[in-house]
């Protein structure tokens, strides 16, 4: 066996320093999921002000100002306790960009991953007051325009305008309709892959509103159904595009505010059918529009000119497989450069073009991927961005020129994976660090990367972590097919012996650009894979071909053929465990959560003789019930690509279960349909499989609330410990 290579050698010398001065204590489900014993102390996401030298955040029914530097709390902008005629409580804030005004929000409800909405006030710091928004329903997505004069939102698939002088509403669209027109709210599928759910943005000058509209008339609905403790259910109807089918019609529109004229952005001749983003420039009368085609292997950035609504294209990239949809796109104050992130080298790095020009300035280079761009600091003409520079496991913190591709420099220190976020004007960064055994710290630092202050440095919660006598987290690699290797992690014992064979659990991400082996805190599984090694069980994750931080051909080699690369992988992984000498080969067992669900099926499947146990959580079964954006971009469609789907969906091999199978689904799971575990079921009914399943109703795609999760891993837990 490879020699093991162990990083982050001061926590572990931490580790073994408690472990040798405490026994082991026992780890309980109850303790992970019930009493939620391990939970580190979190700083949360800062909301840095203009002076980029301070912060604001909620404290209970407060919103005060601190001072970054030293942590003291400034003055208090909003009480609630203070103000008349407001709710009973908030649940978040934003900020006017004069910082003269602060939007409150209460009775948020979650619609799907990223949408809401919810009753919003203004509060006008001058005057102390604080005025409700409108009793005319729940608002999603309000937004101050950067003047601070007028407030945007969406209220039942319309647009409207409030000016907050006057108190007059105005509505900039009137053809919103429930299951056919949206105005400036994302369709689920955009919601969902393309990750944004507000879809109306401010002009600079705050005299033009672009909106996205969505025409969902073609779209096919799907139903769930919730059980409510009534007579009947209750069903919920959605648009949801799945492989093949008809997407919403999608238009732009720019509205002007002080004429009412409302011009369509013109379409792409060539790219018809997504608009992943758009983004006004630093010029108010530019909006850029990227265009993409239904491969998603074709994207255009267009510059559409508010008055006419007329395109030029400032840059075109094509791939052989797909193009990953970023937010890595800073347009500069010159109106004529900006800075964008491509793979077209082979790894995904930094450039600064030049508009109405094919020239290109390429910032950074290498083997290694950019995985977050931070942004560009024209005052001091730096870049700022993280990068696995290192290794896959890792990611550090950088900075380098914003015009020359020089004077790369690393402001992070040491392994593990380390996070940014910068304020306003680049002055100072909160740094976020952590590893597979240490939860994150949280550090104020100055743009040369020093030390101005600690935040959080979890100190307690790693010594109570220590005194636990865990195993550590090793990192190794495995040998695959084609002189590939892999990373992988596992966790053993704390009495390893590897004379004794021991039970094996897998643990199975392995999406496309996805990783579960990294140098960071893991979070609640974590624990429970330590609970599962105190009972003797050996636990590994193995990172396959289709995963991040190694280049594009690493990532891009399972297109149009998802799960048959990765399978093979983690079936050559557990024969390869199976061939260690403290490795019970008759016992290895795979589990997974959506993707990794996917994966869990697969491998018992098609390594039926390798696998004796694989539990598959909201697994999608076959490719063609998920939806159009997702699939497509890595598969094309099942018209297309009849062999791609054929092989590699876990409903067309039920027949060759041999273990022993778990599958657990939530009835309310709109993202991957309860359909994919009813279908499979039906497949192993049919091919008189014995299996076992869990459903649970009215959970989405989480399965969470209440006392689920600890129901779940019990349920989970229980289902190891009887089969492994």
């Known amino acids: 066996?490879?020699?093991?290579?162990?990083?982050?050698?001061?926590?572990?010398?931490?580790?073994?320093?408690?472990?040798?001065?405490?026994?082991?204590?026992?780890?309980?489900?109850?303790?992970?999921?019930?009493?939620?014993?391990?939970?580190?102390r979190s700083v949360p996401g800062f909301n840095f002000m203009n002076d980029g030298k301070s912060y604001i955040k909620q404290d209970g029914q407060q919103i005060n100002r601190y001072d970054i530097t030293t942590g003291d709390r400034v003055e208090t902008l909003f009480d609630l306790a203070e103000v008349e005629g407001g709710p009973a409580s908030i649940d978040g804030y934003n900020l006017s960009q004069d910082e003269s005004k602060i939007l409150v929000r209460t009775g948020t409800e979650a619609i799907y991953r990223r949408s809401s909405k919810a009753n919003y006030y203004v509060y006008d710091a001058a005057s102390k007051s604080l005025r409700s928004v409108t009793d005319e329903g729940k608002q999603m997505y309000a937004t101050f325009s950067p003047d601070n004069s007028k407030l945007a939102y969406v209220?039942?698939?319309?647009?409207?305008?409030?000016?907050?002088?006057?108190?007059?509403?105005?509505?900039?669209?009137?053809?919103?309709?429930?299951?056919?027109?949206?105005?400036?709210?994302?369709?689920?599928?955009?919601?969902?892959?393309?990750?944004?759910?507000?879809?109306?943005?401010?002009?600079?000058?705050?005299?033009?509103?672009a909106y996205y509209r969505f025409d969902e008339s073609e779209v096919k609905e799907f139903t769930m159904t919730n059980y409510r403790n009534d007579v009947y259910p209750e069903y919920q109807t959605f648009k949801y595009p799945k492989v093949g089918e008809d997407n919403a019609k999608v238009t732009i529109f720019i509205h002007h505010l002080s004429s009412g004229q409302k011009v369509q952005a013109e379409q792409d001749a060539e790219l018809q059918e997504y608009i992943p983003r758009i983004q006004w420039t630093q010029d108010p009368s530019k909006l850029?529009?990227?265009?993409?085609?239904?491969?998603?292997?074709?994207?255009?950035?267009?510059?559409?000119?508010?008055?006419?609504?007329?395109?030029?294209?400032?840059?075109?990239?094509?791939?052989?497989?797909?193009?990953?949809?970023?937010?890595?796109?800073?347009?500069l104050k010159d109106g004529k450069r900006f800075v964008w992130t491509s793979e077209q080298d082979g790894y995904n790095h930094i450039y600064?073009?030049?508009?109405?020009?094919?020239?290109?300035?390429?910032?950074?280079?290498g083997d290694w991927d950019v995985t977050d761009f931070y942004g560009a600091d024209e005052k001091n003409r730096k870049i700022y961005f993280q990068a696995a520079k290192k290794s896959a496991l890792g990611r550090e913190i950088y900075e380098s020129a914003?015009?020359?591709?020089?004077?790369?420099?690393?402001i992070s220190d040491g392994s593990g994976t380390h996070r940014a976020q910068w304020s306003k004007t680049y002055d100072y960064l909160v740094h976020t660090h952590s590893s597979a055994e240490m939860a994150s710290s949280y550090v104020v630092r100055d743009r040369r990367g020093a030390e101005v202050r600690g935040l959080e440095d979890n100190k307690a919660f790693n010594e109570m972590h220590a005194s636990y006598g865990l195993s550590p987290v090793e990192f190794f690699t495995v040998p695959v097919a084609d002189g590939v290797e892999l990373n992988a992690w596992r966790i053993t014992p704390a009495d390893f012996d590897e004379s004794k064979k021991h039970p094996?659990?897998?643990?199975?991400?392995?999406?496309?650009?996805?990783?579960?082996?990294?140098?960071?805190?893991?979070g609640f599984n974590y624990w429970w894979y330590q609970m599962l090694a105190q009972k003797g069980y050996v636990i590994v994750s193995v990172d396959n071909r289709g995963t991040g931080a190694r280049g594009q051909e690493f990532k891009k080699m399972t297109y149009q053929e998802l799960g048959k690369y990765e399978t093979m992988d983690q079936i050559a992984a557990a024969q390869y465990l199976a061939g260690q000498s403290y490795v019970d080969a008759d016992r290895i067992g795979i589990w997974g959560w959506s993707y990794g669900g996917y994966m869990s099926s697969l491998a018992i499947l098609k390594g039926n003789?390798?696998?004796?146990?694989?539990?598959?959580?909201?697994?999608?079964?076959?490719?063609?019930?998920?939806?159009?954006?997702?699939?497509?971009?890595?598969?094309?469609?099942?018209?297309?690509?009849?062999?791609?789907?054929?092989?590699?969906?876990?409903?067309?091999?039920?027949?060759?279960?041999?273990?022993k199978y778990l599958l657990i689904h939530g009835m309310g799971d709109d993202n991957v349909h309860f359909q994919n575990a009813v279908e499979m079921a039906n497949a192993l009914i049919n091919a008189n499989k014995q299996f076992d399943t869990y459903y649970y109703p009215n959970r989405n795609h989480g399965i969470y609330g209440g006392v689920t999760r600890l129901h779940l891993y019990n349920k989970m837990t229980d289902f190891l410990l009887e089969n492994l």
């Open 504 to 522: 094996v659990l897998m643990f199975v991400y392995g999406g496309p650009g996805s990783q579960t082996v990294n140098d960071s805190w893991q």
């Open 352 to 365: 600064l073009h030049t508009i109405g020009t094919d020239k290109a300035v390429q910032l950074t280079s």
């Open 155 to 209: 209220r039942d698939n319309n647009i409207y305008v409030k000016d907050l002088t006057s108190g007059q509403e105005l509505q900039i669209t009137k053809d919103g309709e429930y299951n056919k027109i949206i105005n400036g709210s994302a369709d689920w599928v955009y919601e969902e892959e393309f990750s944004f759910a507000k879809a109306f943005f401010w002009s600079p000058d705050s005299k033009k509103i």
């Open 609 to 659: 003789d390798v696998f004796k146990a694989a539990i598959a959580v909201a697994p999608v079964t076959n490719w063609k019930w998920y939806d159009t954006i997702y699939t497509e971009r890595y598969m094309r469609t099942d018209d297309e690509n009849r062999s791609g789907y054929a092989d590699n969906s876990p409903v067309n091999f039920a027949d060759r279960l041999k273990g």
């Open 1 to 40: 066996m490879k020699t093991l290579r162990l990083l982050s050698a001061i926590t572990l010398a931490i580790l073994f320093t408690f472990s040798g001065a405490f026994a082991q204590k026992e780890i309980t489900v109850e303790d992970i999921w019930r009493d939620y014993k391990f939970v580190p």
């Open 402 to 410: 914003l015009f020359k591709p020089k004077g790369l420099k690393e």
């Open 288 to 331: 850029c529009v990227t265009f993409m085609n239904r491969h998603q292997n074709h994207l255009k950035l267009n510059l559409i000119d508010a008055g006419s609504g007329a395109g030029m294209t400032i840059l075109e990239e094509k791939n052989k497989y797909y193009i990953d949809i970023h937010d890595n796109l800073a347009f």
